[in-house]
């Protein structure tokens, strides 16, 4: 038993060192930076084949890896992993083709419940488990601590736990002595709340309680549009003086069809690269939502194939959805934005202070500038949230009934926009799942 553990290991440490020339990712100022000196800009998919771990099968993360290297992909973001499985084939299949992950550290059982919000050292620890799995992998470029845990008009209230598991891991990160991996979060987009909960992670005197980074999942470029008609230019305004980097952590409108991407021109290109660090287009696998960019076969019946989710199956040969696979494909295949050396860089990227934190506004966010980030095991005081507090002087376990009625809907506050993101595809796949049992 003791000799195939240690063949194990060695296997496992030889692949992990195959991809060591790999440069790692860190966040230097407003921008990713390889270790090389190079700036990142990230082309990303999300990548997300069922609500299980998609990197513990060597023979799909091949086929997948090549295939999203030919799209022209980078980076690939997954929602949802098991840190007690093996994960060194998938992350070697990818860093063979350099595409790094951005990875989240919550599950279902973790994330953050803005009804009550909370940190504790269940969640805590369920994420250093992530983070010690992952850790050793050059091509993590980075990890979110939560995928839009406010989704509500009035959620900004969650705003400080966020950013309370954020000065955690970080400091989790650093007792480790772990390479610098950027810790952020992925926020949904909520117009009445930008851009003050990217200012509120990013803001404070002590960086080791700021984000390192900050991502939006943005649904506003549909169909024919520009620059200014989507939108786009305001995000650029929103993240002007912001000090760390921003990057799109979710997009692409599935309606109008065809989805033609054009809005990559804006972000990968003269209008957007100076300030924002490129998106991740969501998503890979074509499912009942009908955003994927490749399938796996046609449609089936689920109840007659084990192997299929809601009638489509999850593995296999990818094969691209047309026109949308094309489309995406010949817009990266022009835009190949440089940057700025981080040797050019670097000097004024120590001379950025931190920006503001907001102010709080009538009916939005609610966010004390001046108070203290939450201890951990702290939840949210509810009574005091009526007077402009955040969170008890003292750890509670008990909620105040009523306090939902207040919250509005996600279709309320998105203006129309299309909603979309993992949070609402991945109800959908375990309701399939469970209807297919």
């Known amino acids: 038993m003791f000799a195939q553990t240690l063949s194990f290991a060695v296997l496992a440490a030889a692949s992990i060192t195959f991809a060591a020339d790999l440069p790692t990712i860190s966040a230097v100022g407003s921008k990713f930076f390889f270790s090389n000196g190079t700036q990142y800009y990230i082309k990303g998919v999300a990548y997300q084949l069922t609500d299980q771990d998609p990197l513990i099968d060597k023979e799909q993360c091949t086929l997948d890896a090549n295939m999203m290297a030919d799209l022209g992909a980078n980076t690939i973001r997954v929602y949802h992993v098991d840190p007690t499985a093996d994960h060194d084939d998938c992350m070697t299949a990818f860093a063979n083709v350099g595409i790094y992950l951005f990875l989240d550290l919550d599950t279902f059982d973790t994330q953050f419940n803005q009804s009550l919000p909370s940190w504790n050292q269940t969640q805590l620890s369920a994420f250093e488990a992530v983070l010690d799995t992952f850790q050793g992998y050059p091509n993590l470029a980075g990890v979110f601590v939560a995928n839009e845990a406010m989704t509500m008009l009035n959620g900004s209230d969650t705003a400080p736990f966020v950013k309370a598991a954020i000065r955690d891991v970080k400091s989790y990160r650093q007792s480790k002595n772990y390479r610098d991996i950027p810790i952020g979060y992925s926020g949904a987009d909520i117009p009445s709340l930008r851009p003050m909960l990217q200012n509120y992670l990013a803001c404070g005197d002590d960086a080791a309680d700021a984000a390192d980074f900050f991502s939006l999942n943005v649904y506003e470029w549909c169909g024919e549009s ?131 934190c907001p102010s709080m506004t009538p009916n939005g966010w609610v966010v004390n500038p001046t108070a203290s980030l939450p201890s951990l095991g702290e939840t949210l005081d509810l009574a005091a949230t009526s007077t402009g507090g955040l969170q008890s002087g003292k750890p509670t376990s008990t909620a105040k009934k009523g306090a939902a009625a207040a919250m509005k809907p996600a279709s309320v506050m998105m203006g129309g926009n299309e909603v979309a993101g993992m949070g609402i595809s991945l109800i959908c796949v375990m309701l399939g799942f469970l209807f297919w049992l």
């Not at 003086?241 to 309606?255: D, K, V, W």
């Not at 489509?312 to 934005?337: C, E, F, I, M, Q």
């Open 226 to 356: 520009s620059f200014d008609g989507s939108g786009y230019s305001q995000l650029v305004t929103n993240a002007t003086g912001l000090q760390i980097p921003i990057f799109i952590s979710e997009t692409g409108c599935r309606i109008p069809k065809p989805r033609t991407f054009d809005d990559q021109d804006s972000i990968l290109g003269t209008d957007m690269e100076n300030t924002w660090s490129g998106a991740i287009v969501y998503e890979w696998i074509e499912e009942s939502n009908d955003y994927g960019l490749i399938s796996y076969g046609p449609k089936v019946d689920p109840m007659s194939n084990t192997a299929a989710l809601d009638g489509y199956t999850r593995s296999g040969t990818p094969s691209p959805v047309t026109p949308d696979y094309s489309n995406l494909k010949g817009h990266w295949a022009t835009l190949h934005p440089t940057g700025v050396a981080l040797s050019a860089y670097s000097a004024s990227a120590a001379s950025l202070t931190a920006i503001a």
